[in-house]
């Protein structure tokens, strides 16, 4: 009996698993994947994306690599997108070329204050990224690549602008005379035309003779030192001939000869910026290369934080160029909240690396007690004002900010200037000598990890701001000052005080290479401040204050390192001084230059044995206006 139990047991064993095998084959087979046609992967992939809420320029007629106009298929594109947010707008990897209205004759919008064909319009978007998913973006004849206006939270990322016939020229020096310069220009890329003599170049509906050129050396493409503005003098001006295609010679004698192989870049009249963001919040730049701009690379007026990483203006070494952007790299007129820069590198423009500024208004009258009628050099008056902003009245000769008015109407009046009225009587002392300050709009400045390079015109980071600013981990490699400090009130009205500025762990390379202590010689001294403030004697009132300059690395083949006018408490500190003899000595003869400074310090910097000077001079200042370390042993001479 017991062996037949056992296998009767067994056997209902047996059939158990049986079924257990079978329910769990089933169950498999039940959870396998279905297979897929081509098109049902395609409806998939589309399901996909419609999730992620992508638009894709493409599904809006835009071909990449065909050269036809996208304009009118990118307006489309971000009309779709009005009311929408957390959106994806994805130009598929290829060339996207645009042309103005006179090319193409659709779907096109203007920068009003230009009239130029905006390329890419974008306006009231937000919660939006523009992914050009490494596109090149290429413009003809004269137009605005890309505005963003009136927008908030929109990222812009991975994409190049470029020019295949940008509105700048390019020559190399064949021969220089006593009476005459000789250059070559290739015709394919910058064609041009002898018209009455003279070099006119010419382009995508559009000629321009030479209105501003740079010098820049055949090896490291730099501009060659010590020839600033006008080193040829007006020669291409001069009576020009064409000795044979793509060889001129221009008639006269040039103050200086350049040597052989030397590059020229040729510039026509400044333009529209590259990217424009205008009254925008919260703004992402990411992974984006300007390779040409007919004005500013990137301008950015009234926007309200801002983030730039891995953004470059940038001269497109592929195509021998050494020409960027016609002004700024970045300019920021009048913003406010945080400016972050970080991993940038801008070569190649007309003018400075990056400009942080506020603007100073001129007091025309007094039409009310509460009311004042403010102008601006550049006009555009209105534009700089809103309801709440809050002013301050600057006496034009001490420079000192006041108390705050509350602006509560902006009028809009002839001939560009505007009426601004308060919540307040405005004091009584104020007058046609004092100007206005809109202490709203000033940013918290932040710049680090950056390349200033010696492959742009005059300065690099110029900051006048009252908000924090801190500037640091950067290499400077400058033809004019590495960084300028200034409130001016007598050439451009840009404001304004600086308050709290930290300038640390920086390396400052032979900067100064173009510089002279000259009227628009580009900078005095490699960190340079100078107000339009002129301190009259040792007891005037300094225009900024709290400025930090400190661990420092400076190499130097010249004695100038500071020159400072009007500050209050103004310490340089802990920095690491090297001479070079990169350059020839052409500087002032002053490591550090003191002009109605007040509670300055200088300790704790390591001097190179061999370093120029080791000396201080003041002006408008009292001994005890500076403390100097006794390590320093430094020689002070008192004007």
């Given at each position: 009996m017991g062996s037949i139990i056992v296998k009767h047991r067994n056997q209902k064993m047996k059939k158990k698993s049986i079924f257990i095998v079978i329910v769990l084959v089933a169950v498999s087979l039940s959870f396998k994947p279905t297979m897929k046609s081509g098109n049902d992967k395609k409806e998939l992939l589309i399901n996909q994306e419609k999730e992620q809420n992508k638009i894709k320029v493409t599904d809006f007629g835009a071909r990449p690599n065909s050269r036809e106009n996208a304009v009118p298929f990118v307006k489309k594109m971000i009309e779709a997108c009005r009311g929408k947010e957390n959106i994806v707008v994805e130009f598929p990897i290829g060339r996207y070329d645009f042309w103005p209205d006179n090319s193409a004759g659709s779907g096109s919008?203007?920068?009003?204050?230009?009239?130029?064909?905006?390329?890419?319009?974008?306006?009231?978007?937000?919660?939006?990224t523009l992914d050009g998913c490494g596109s090149e973006f290429i413009f003809h004849g004269r137009m605005t690549p890309l505005s963003l206006s009136e927008s908030n939270n929109v990222k812009l990322i991975n994409f190049s602008i470029d020019w295949d016939r940008p509105l700048t020229s390019q020559a190399v020096v064949e021969m220089v005379t006593d009476e005459y310069l000789q250059i070559s220009i290739d015709p394919s890329k910058y064609p041009y035309i002898i018209e009455t003599g003279k070099l006119r170049f010419t382009g995508e509906g559009w000629k321009s003779p030479v209105v501003h050129y740079l010098l820049y050396d055949k090896i490291h493409k730099e501009v060659v030192p010590l020839t600033r503005d006008g080193a040829l003098g007006n020669i291409f001006e001069a009576k020009a001939e064409e000795l044979s295609p793509g060889v001129v010679r221009l008639y006269g004698q040039v103050p200086y000869k350049p040597e052989k192989g030397t590059y020229i870049a040729l510039y026509g009249q400044r333009e529209s910026g590259g990217i424009n963001l205008n009254r925008n919040t919260n703004t992402t730049l990411d992974n984006i290369r300007i390779y040409y701009s007919p004005g500013a690379g990137i301008f950015s007026f009234m926007c309200d934080g801002l983030y730039f990483n891995n953004v470059n203006v940038e001269a497109n070494l592929k195509k021998g160029r050494v020409f960027s952007s016609l002004a700024d790299a970045f300019y920021f007129p009048n913003c406010k909240g945080l400016v972050r820069i970080e991993n940038c590198t801008n070569t190649g423009q007309t003018d400075d690396w990056a400009n942080f500024r506020g603007t100073y208004a001129a007091v025309v009258s007094i039409p009310s007690p509460k009311s004042i009628e403010v102008k601006m050099k550049s006009g555009g008056t209105k534009d700089y004002y809103n309801p709440g902003d809050e002013i301050c009245f600057v006496e034009g000769k001490s420079m000192q900010r006041g108390e705050l008015y509350v602006v509560n109407k902006i009028q809009e009046i002839k001939s560009g200037s505007a009426i601004l009225t308060f919540e307040a009587d405005i004091p009584k002392v104020v007058g046609t000598n004092y100007i206005v300050e809109n202490m709203t709009w000033n940013p918290e400045v932040e710049v680090r990890n950056c390349t200033i390079p010696r492959q742009n015109r005059a300065r690099g980071i110029l900051v006048s701001t009252n908000r924090k600013a801190i500037i640091e981990n950067n290499i400077f490699r400058t033809t004019g000052s590495a960084i300028l400090i200034e409130g001016d009130t007598k050439y451009w009205f840009e404001a304004g005080a600086v308050r709290d500025l930290t300038i640390r762990n920086n390396v400052f390379d032979n900067c100064m290479s173009s510089?002279?202590?000259?009227?628009?010689?580009?900078?005095?001294?490699i960190i340079c401040i100078t107000p339009t403030h002129q301190p009259e004697n040792a007891n005037t009132e300094p225009y900024h204050k709290n400025i930090l300059i400190e661990g420092n690395t400076f190499r130097h083949y010249d004695y100038n390192l500071l020159y400072a006018r009007s500050v209050r408490n103004l310490t340089f500190r802990n920095n690491k001084i090297e001479f070079t003899s990169a350059y020839p000595m052409h500087g002032r003869k002053v490591n550090f230059y003191l002009d109605g400074c007040r509670n300055t310090e200088i300790t704790g910097n390591i001097f190179g044995e061999n370093f120029p000077g080791k000396n201080v001079e003041l002006h408008h200042m009292h001994l005890s206006d500076v403390k100097i370390g006794k390590d320093q042993k430094l020689k002070i001479t008192s004007e």
């Open positions: 919008d203007t920068l009003i204050s230009t009239g130029l064909t905006i390329g890419i319009n974008l306006r009231g978007l937000k919660n939006i510089a002279e202590p000259v009227e628009w010689g580009w900078g005095e001294a």
